[in-house]
């Protein structure tokens, strides 16, 4: 299949000290089944927060710590599931391609967070 989009980190458990449980995904233009490598989901529709990155992935970090205390100062709820405990949609999507961009300074992530 030919991917239709970016492809994306999905966060469905972040606890930095002890869990950390990822999907990776590649949007594509057609629904596809699961096989043996592969399980074919939809990523959850409704409003989502998003900020663009320009930089290392290493500061990627920080750009979320700093997208989720805007968030809690203007009093945006984060969809989640399990108590709290697993995330709706919180979605990295790496713009930039590697192959015609090099320098991971100037590669372009695009942080999404599904909002309740």
Known sequence: MTPAGP???????VDMDRQLDVEVGVPVA???????RISAGVLPSGRY?????????DS?????????????EH??????????KKWGARLEFYLTDPKTEPDMNKWTTELAFLVA
Do not use: C
Not at 7 to 13: E, G, K, Q, S
Not at 30 to 36: E, G, I, L, N, P
Not at 60 to 72: F, K, N, Q, Y
Not at 75 to 84: A, N, P, R
């Open 7 to 13: 492809p994306f980190f999905r966060y469905l458990v």
């Open 30 to 36: 057609t629904a596809m089944s699961d096989d043996d």
């Open 49 to 57: 927060a998003v900020l663009p990155h320009t930089g290392h992935p």
């Open 60 to 72: 990627l970090r920080e750009v979320t710590a700093a997208l989720l205390t805007w968030a809690e």
């Open 75 to 84: 009093g945006i709820v984060w969809k989640t599931t399990e108590e709290g």
